[in-house]
């Protein structure tokens, strides 16, 4: 089924509303899009599982049998293969335990093992995992030697921020892991965060070697990613939001002043305040405009801000900017050109 690049402004909203409906309002009547469209719009948002759940608990109404029917497969297909990753998981977490190899756990298994989603509800096409920079050719010997099969190994690669591998398969694919060596390929979202600074501030799970992200860093990844991932084109994508509205409701007083700390002194807060606005238009995310206002005080002085409405050309010129050296730059816009030539 082929998908939609963009969802209607009313039908984004109606399933948006439907994600977060307060029951004491009523079931929400879904019948203004047609079946099809519906089941094409929930998958391309990745909220198909969630919607299937809010009908079952009666939130919403007005969907027709058949497609009922698809959303049940499609939410029993994301149960199972959640299990499958998790298994996927454990296995790599008991090497890299082994090794006493440490690394950062990303976006959705992250918000998983912190209990902010359930992780059946929150598809993941791969598994995102933060590793020092340094030690990527390491971490590519190791897997290598334990039987995982590599994608895109190549550290020297500027366009590229990670590698990807994998070893168990689930329904016959491969269950990806995608290993970060940089933060973000974006020039300017690559050193939001500092790795070693996170490790150290990383909750340590029962059962868990590697570490998932503390809310406030990863509220803050979330946000960067919704708009580094397409240059811009997909912030307006249901399950990132949804991950945004969940990670934010989940902090405290305390958690808030460090998650507005971090974006300002790192110079995303007024990106960071578009993420939210975004996440109260769709579910009416409980953030005041006292907090938005904050966030966005430094907005002049802050370079991510301008990529907030820029073309993917502004964007492109953006992290051809960020790299050191005429060397480095003709490297990045020969890869650029490559990939868009093999795309």
């Not at 929930?42 to 919403?60: C, S």
């Not at 939410?75 to 990753?85: I, V």
């Not at 359930?118 to 598809?123: I, S």
């Not at 998650?259 to 790192?266: C, D, I, P, V």
Request: aromatic share 8%; charged share 20%.
């Amino acid at each position: 089924m082929a998908k939609p690049l963009k969802a209607p402004l009313e039908s984004w909203q109606l399933i948006a509303t439907a994600l977060s409906q307060d029951k004491t309002r009523g079931a929400l009547d879904l019948t203004p899009i047609s079946g099809s469209q519906l089941f094409s719009l929930l998958q391309y948002h990745g909220v198909a599982a969630l919607l299937h759940q809010r009908l079952q608990q009666g939130y919403v109404v007005g969907v027709g049998s058949e497609t009922q029917a698809l959303l049940r497969e499609q939410a029993h297909h994301d149960a199972a293969q959640h299990l499958a990753q998790t298994d996927s998981l454990q296995r790599l977490d008991a090497l890299l335990a082994q090794q006493k190899f440490p690394g950062l756990i990303l976006k959705g298994a992250a918000l998983s093992l912190l209990g902010i989603t359930v992780g059946r509800l929150r598809p993941r096409c791969d598994m995102d995992i933060w590793i020092h920079p340094e030690q990527a050719a390491t971490l590519a010997m190791l897997l290598t030697e334990s039987g995982y099969t590599l994608a895109n190994f190549d550290p020297r690669h500027r366009s590229r921020k990670q590698f990807q591998a994998y070893r168990e398969r689930f329904d016959r694919q491969p269950l990806w892991f995608d290993v970060h060596y940089r933060l973000s390929n974006r020039g300017l979202f690559s050193s939001a965060l500092d790795f070693q600074t996170c490790l150290q501030r990383a909750p340590q799970l029962p059962g868990y070697f590697l570490r998932p992200l503390a809310q406030e860093d990863l509220l803050l990844h979330l946000c960067i990613h919704l708009f580094a991932h397409g240059r811009g084109r997909e912030q307006d994508r249901l399950l990132w939001l949804y991950d945004i509205h969940l990670a934010y409701l989940q902090l405290d007083h305390a958690r808030r002043i460090a998650f507005r700390q971090l974006a300002l002194t790192q110079g995303f807060g007024a990106l960071c305040a578009q993420a939210l606005r975004r996440c109260k238009m769709a579910f009416a995310t409980a953030v005041s405009p006292q907090e938005l206002h904050t966030l966005e005080a430094r907005r002049e002085q802050e370079p991510s801000a301008a990529l907030l409405t820029a073309s993917p050309w502004r964007w492109v010129w953006s992290d051809l900017k960020t790299q050191n050296g005429l060397g480095r730059k003709w490297q990045f816009l020969r890869e650029l050109l490559g990939n868009q030539l093999t795309s």
